[in-house]
């Protein structure tokens, strides 16, 4: 079993559209997964619940506290496991469940507000001697990006100072809120347009093989 953290301190920058749409993939690619919503808004929770109702592969969706008991609900055969966190999620909340993860990914919006926010979180977590013990692969990822303009730009160049690798970069996109709404992700569709979206993926899971 593979288990994936989505996390920030950062609320707005994508998590739950990147936890949904990662469990998606695994789903798609004939995986046993299971996401769990750690928000209390459930939003990852009723997008499971709606893809239930879909003639499509299905994702268990587990509503669950960021606590040492996170996993216990979790069915011995689960192949995926992948964790959305709320907005607000410090690094010690982050750390205290490290022996549980295989890898966190780190979204990070376009704005300057985003990146000073995520350089703490991750600055307080690579001062935590929990999280230092386990050694959890970090990836930043580069979220809601329009390469034409400044700001996209001038983002991934501070990002890539981090010292973290930046797995992908994916582009702003209506698409991802419009599927998400309806229990759907990107990786269920083959249109020529979806196809290029999910090419920005391949980085990212690319990245997330070759920890196996």
């Given amino acids: 079993m593979r288990t994936i953290l989505i996390s920030s301190s950062k609320g707005g920058c994508g998590k739950t559209t990147i ?8 789903a798609v690619a004939d995986k046993r997964t299971v996401l769990i919503d750690t928000d209390p808004q459930e939003s990852a929770l009723h997008w499971c619940q709606r893809r239930a109702e879909l003639p499509v592969p299905a994702v268990l969706g587990l509503q669950a ?3 040492g ?13 992948v964790i959305d966190t709320p907005a607000g999620t410090n690094a010690e909340e982050v750390a205290a469940i490290a022996s ?7 979204p990070v919006a376009p704005s300057v507000i985003d990146l000073d926010a995520t350089e703490r979180f991750l600055a307080a977590l690579a001062e935590n001697a929990d999280w230092r013990k386990k050694k959890v692969p970090i990836a930043l990822l580069a979220n809601r990006q329009k390469p034409w303009t400044q700001l996209s730009r001038s983002t991934l160049e501070r990002l890539r100072a981090f010292g973290l690798p930046v797995v992908a970069e994916l582009r702003d996109s209506g698409g991802y809120a419009l ?20 090419d920005d993926w391949t980085p990212l899971l690319k990245w997330i093989k070759k920890l196996d």
Avoid: C, W
């Fill in 69 to 81: 008991k996170l996993l216990n609900k979790v069915p011995s055969d689960a192949e995926r496991v």
């Fill in 100 to 106: 549980d993860l295989d890898a966190l990914i780190v």
């Fill in 65 to 67: 506290k960021l606590n």
């Fill in 179 to 198: 599927m998400a709404g309806v229990g759907r992700s990107i990786f269920d569709y083959q249109s020529e347009q979806v196809l290029r979206h999910q």
């Fill in 19 to 26: 936890a949904t749409s990662l469990a998606a993939f695994y």
